[in-house]
Every structure is written in C-alpha cells, then in structure tokens.
C-alpha cells in the first residue's frame, strides 16, 4: 500500500481546460513536493510546500498545502498540451530524511 | 542549478550478470537515494544513504546493494541481476537537515534478458 494516494491515476483532457491533481495521506508530513516526469526521463521539482494551508502559484499552476499537512492538490487551470506528462507527490517524514512518493497521476491533454 | 547524473541512459544485461548502476550529485548533499520505478507502483526506496559509508535499506532491498565511498557518489549493484529487476532506476539527492526536496537524475532504463 502506498503511503500517498493520488487520483485520478489517468486524465485525459482537452487543450484549454481546467484539472484538479489530488494527493492524500493518514500520514503528517513536514513538507511536501511535486514533481513533472517526461516519458523516460527523471522526475523534475515543481514546488514545494512547507506550511499548513500553504497555497503556491507556477503560471497556470496552483498548490495547496492540506490545513493537517497530510494532503495536497494540485490545479491547474486552461490546460496546454505541454502540461501533459506524470505528476507526483512525495512528501518528506518528520523522522527521517525519506521522501515518499505517490503513485502518480498520468496527465493527456490533446490538442 | 543542482546536476544529479547517472553514468547510463539505457542498459541491457544478461541474467546473472553483476550489474553497477553510478550516480554523481554536484551540490554536496549529505543524503542520496536509489528508487526504481514500475508502471503502476510508482517510486519504490531501494536504499539511502545520509553520509559516507553509511547506508539503510529502503522498502525493496532484496536483490540489490549499494556503497558510497566518497560524497558524492552513489552506486547501486545488483549482484546477480534477474529479469525482474528490470526497471527504471532513479537516483536523487538531498540536503540532511534542510533538505526539503529531491533532485532527480535523468534515470537508467535497465532491461535483464
């Protein structure tokens, strides 16, 4: 079982639409990070949250950091076939230096 | 900007053979990780390591080993590779006490046949 739960796993969309990235967890977590991975490449940083209620801005991009810190969304709004690719959270525990990530959410928006 | 490079984009090796897979992180972080990643599993912690020659099993082990004789190297080795391990293998690295994220490197698309 996955300490993070993400959903949808899949969304398709059209160009020029709005979408809402969800990462859910029992667990508290003292920050929490998402990532953008390319078919074959590594995972790349997007943001990071750090405070309860924190809500950071990336253009079209919008994070919110759960109240509780065991959650977070991720939306973004008029969606652009360059958004299109595998989103991840992983958050990091209190007790050690590991980052637990989510399964993933794979993002298509066709033009 | 932060580079964490792994020494293979791509790597086919026979079953048995012993397997080395490097990476190399340029921001002197203390931490550094080995995940590999499955369709449908997500990322899944091999092994870690918070210093030199320290090292701690992650949640998958079985199967693999790693060393880390200088800071900023990290090498995961599978000591007798079976098709099962083939996978996308991620390393990252982190800062200790501040390390709020994980840099990535570009992966190793390892195939066992």
């Known amino acids: 079982t996955q300490l993070l739960e993400q959903s949808p796993q899949f969304l398709s969309i059209q160009e020029g639409e709005n979408l809402t990235v969800y990462c859910n967890s029992s667990s508290v977590f003292s920050s929490l990070q998402w990532y953008r991975q390319e078919p074959g490449e590594g995972p790349v940083l997007l943001v990071t949250?750090?405070?309860?209620?924190e809500v950071k801005k990336l253009k079209r991009l919008t994070f919110q950091f759960g109240d509780a810190r065991k959650d977070s969304s991720l939306h973004i709004t008029a969606a652009q076939p360059g958004d299109t690719g595998l989103y991840l959270c992983a958050g990091k525990g209190y007790n050690f230096n590991k980052f637990y990530f989510g399964s993933g959410t794979k993002l298509n928006v066709k033009p | 900007d932060v580079k964490v490079t792994q020494s293979s984009r791509y790597l086919v090796k026979r079953t048995g053979e012993k397997v080395f897979l490097e990476c190399v992180q340029d921001?002197?972080?203390?931490?550094m990780f080995w995940y590999r990643q499955d369709p449908g599993l997500g990322l899944r912690l091999i092994y870690f390591s918070y210093d030199v020659k320290m090292k701690e099993k992650g949640d998958i082990p079985e199967g693999y080993s790693v060393s880390r004789e200088k800071k900023e190297r990290f090498s995961l080795i599978l000591e007798s590779a079976s098709t099962n391990q083939t996978s996308m293998y991620l390393c990252a690295s982190s800062f200790l006490n501040d390390g709020v994220e994980a840099f990535f490197g570009q992966g190793t698309r390892l195939t066992v046949v």
């Open positions: 921001m002197d972080h203390e931490n």
């Open positions: 949250v750090v405070t309860g209620g």
